[in-house]
């Protein structure tokens, strides 16, 4: 645990990426059981990889075929069942493209597909979200998760979003969350990463949210659904799935 810790705090991301395509093919073979099912391809174990970059890892997180997080399925399991994203034909912008999504959306015929970052492998555009080169209402679909928690100007960001999002489109941007703390925490002077992993719970974050974060995304323009998987699966998907139990999938409308 104490290696796998090190690893991710200290191997870049980009490598990080690379190097889960070379080991990916093999991890399914050792952890193959009943007990977890991954939605996005429906592959089985009998566990799940242990994730986290804090002290504490989240046992029964990371899914050997996929690489996908409870946050990832969480969301598949709305888009798929829950929306027309797989059939409608429609327009997506991905920031910080996810693995477990990337390849897929890309083989989907009906979507116009453009992915975007600073620095990762898989995507086409090199772009700060915070001061995008791309005209107004442009996209049906953005997705942006985990990335605010990196942005000096969370806010300047959101408003960038809905900025290039259609009218009647949808952003979903994930970020981690504090659901004790009512407060976002945030201090641009904290620039030590002992300090910054303590506070925010990552090396390279500059916040840890609150339950306040939905009124960010109210301030940006957006009208706000939040969609929870116990109240809309169950408990007993939830489990299944490895499901975040707390976290509920926050879905921002740009109005019409």
């Keep these: 645990m104490g290696l796998y810790r090190t690893l991710l705090n200290r191997i870049p991301r980009p490598w990080l990426i690379r190097g889960s395509y070379v080991l990916r093919p093999f991890l399914p ?57 797989l059939t409608r034909p429609a327009s997506l912008l991905h920031f910080a493209p996810e693995q477990c999504f990337h390849a897929r959306f890309k083989k989907l015929k009906h979507l116009n597909y453009r992915t975007a970052d600073l620095d990762s492998p898989l995507a086409d555009m090199q772009v700060d979200v915070q001061n995008l080169p791309l005209e107004d209402n442009q996209f049906d679909w953005v997705f942006c998760n985990h990335v605010l928690e990196h942005v000096p100007d969370d806010r300047k960001a959101l408003r960038e979003l ?11 941007a994930q970020v981690p969350q504090r659901f004790d703390w009512e407060n976002t925490l945030e201090d641009p002077s904290i620039t030590d990463r002992a ?12 916040r840890m949210y609150g339950r306040d974060y939905p009124d960010r995304l109210v301030e940006a323009g957006f009208r706000i659904q939040l969609w929870k998987a ?25 109005p019409r």
Aim: net charge neutral; aromatic share 12%; proline share 7%.
């Design 29 to 85: 073979l050792l952890y193959a059981g009943n007990r977890f099912e991954d939605p996005i391809d429906g592959s089985r174990y009998r566990a799940l990889l242990p994730y986290g970059y804090d002290a504490v890892q989240r046992p029964n997180a990371l899914s050997p075929s996929t690489l996908s997080l409870e946050r990832h399925r969480l969301m598949w399991l709305y888009l798929r069942d829950h929306s027309d994203f």
């Design 162 to 172: 809905y900025r290039v999002l259609k009218p009647g489109g949808l952003l979903i």
């Design 195 to 206: 300090e910054r992993e303590r506070l925010f719970g990552q090396y390279d974050h500059v």
């Design 230 to 254: 116990e109240e809309v699966l169950g408990s007993e998907a939830v489990q299944r799935y490895a499901l975040p139990a707390q976290e509920a999938l926050p879905l921002a409308f740009k």
